[in-house]
T-cell receptor
Framework: ELKVEQNPLFLSMQEGKNYTIYCNYSTTSDRLYWYRQDPGKSLESLFV?????AVKQEGRLMASLDTKARLSTLHITAAVHDLSATYFC?????????????FGTGTRLKVLA | DTEVTQTPKHLVMGMTNKKSLKCEQHMGHRAMYWYKQKAKKPPELMFV???????INESVPSRFSPECPNSSLLNLHLHALQPEDSALYLCASSQRGGASGSSGELFFGEGSRLTVL
């Protein structure tokens, strides 16, 4: 059964600094998804990584996927306060022809001014 | 239109009540999902419907009863819930259940925040 783990669980960082969130998964998942969640809100899709070596960038966030290492990273460049949120990665596994999405533990990011 | 609509946004119910959560999407997605999310935890999968048929039930207690009346609608019927069932209930949909040939991106609704007294 697919298991997805993230680290760190909590991240407090100063504005302007760089940091990376790591997402490890236990079995084959040919796609990897990143979501953002603000307090009390739903999940917003950030990136869909479709294949090994995929790299996607949007603003100060960049996500990558290494399927051989079963690792995805979300890199934050020059953090700003607006990036404060919880970030989830999710893998996809097949069960009896149906796909289900398993979420990582989440990383709560707080960017300090 | 990339929207998943959930109603109600907030629901307070007693342990003897019967209520329903509703979810609607018009993106032509054929897979729909119910997730439960407790505070400071990741979303936890409850049910998956694929082509209007229940494909996955993650051993959810029978006091939660899903229903998919058509390809656009998904309901979650609630009966005799417990206070520990209080949570954010998220509906999501994806194209072709995430099969190859599509990105499989999950689109989430805003959620229904349920409080059981």
């Amino acid at each position: 059964e697919l298991k997805v783990e993230q680290n760190p669980l909590f991240l407090s960082m100063q504005e302007g600094k760089n940091y990376t969130i790591y997402c490890n998964y236990s079995t084959t998942s040919d796609r990897l998804y990143w979501y953002r969640q603000d307090p009390g809100k739903s999940l917003e899709s950030l990136f869909v990584l479709l294949s090994n070596g995929a790299v996607k960038q949007e603003g100060r966030l960049m996500a990558s996927l290494d399927t051989k290492a079963r690792l995805s990273t979300l890199h934050i460049t020059a953090a700003v306060h607006d990036l404060s949120a919880t970030y989830f990665c999710a893998g996809k596994s097949a069960t009896s022809g149906t796909y289900k999405y398993i979420f990582g533990t989440g990383t709560r990011l707080k960017v300090l001014a | 239109d990339t929207e998943v609509t959930q109603t109600p946004k907030h629901l307070v119910m007693g342990m003897t009540n019967k209520k329903s959560l509703k979810c609607e999407q018009h993106m032509g997605h054929r897979a729909m999902y119910w997730y439960k999310q407790k505070a400071k935890k990741p979303p936890e999968l409850m049910f998956v419907y694929s082509y209007e048929k229940l494909s996955i039930n993650e051993s959810v207690p029978s006091r939660f009863s899903p229903e998919c009346p058509n390809s656009s609608l998904l309901n979650l019927h609630l009966h005799a819930l417990q206070p520990e069932d209080s949570a954010l209930y998220l509906c999501a949909s994806s194209q072709r259940g995430g099969a190859s040939g599509s990105s499989g991106e999950l689109f989430f609704g805003e959620g229904s925040r349920l409080t059981v007294l």
